[in-house]
């Protein structure tokens, strides 16, 4: 076999191989391992602290347990309130120093991994804890929260 027709072998399978991969569907998840981590609903199942300064005291903390909290690309809703889409952007922080510096929190109570990845939701940050578990702050106060299964 000459060296032209070897390579036009070649550009054909090539050819093939990228036509292949423009007409594929796209997978049905999200494509950053972030965003897969965080999207979905997720239920508070305790408040585990708040900042010095929050918008609720320990009983309304208290009072958002079990409710779900709805993170997509499109929207983070909680309740009333839609905040609208974000961009899941994510850094790994040392979480005694990032909550004292960004929140004025403590890590104590929390549980943190260290380090933590925490992702910017646009209105509110959410720490990646374990599979299916997130800590989530809002309103001042941060809350445990489990993955909902639909």
Known sequence: MSIVRLLVQCVKILSFVVAIAI????PAYASDPVER?????WRFTAA???AEIASLDER???QLLGKVFTIRKDKVKFEKMDCGGTEFEAQKVE???????????SSKELG?????TVVDLGCT???????????I???????DAVRVKR
Do not use: C, M
């Open 37 to 41: 981590r965080v999207t979905g609903d």
């Open 95 to 105: 979480p005694r120093l990032h909550l004292r510096e960004a929140f004025h929190a």
């Open 48 to 50: 585990l602290d708040g």
């Open 112 to 116: 943190l991994p260290n380090p933590v």
């Open 23 to 26: 007409v594929a569907p796209a």
């Open 137 to 143: 702050f809002w309103q001042g106060w941060f809350f």
């Open 60 to 62: 309304e903390a208290r």
């Open 125 to 135: 940050s959410a720490f990646i804890t374990k599979p299916n578990h997130l800590v």
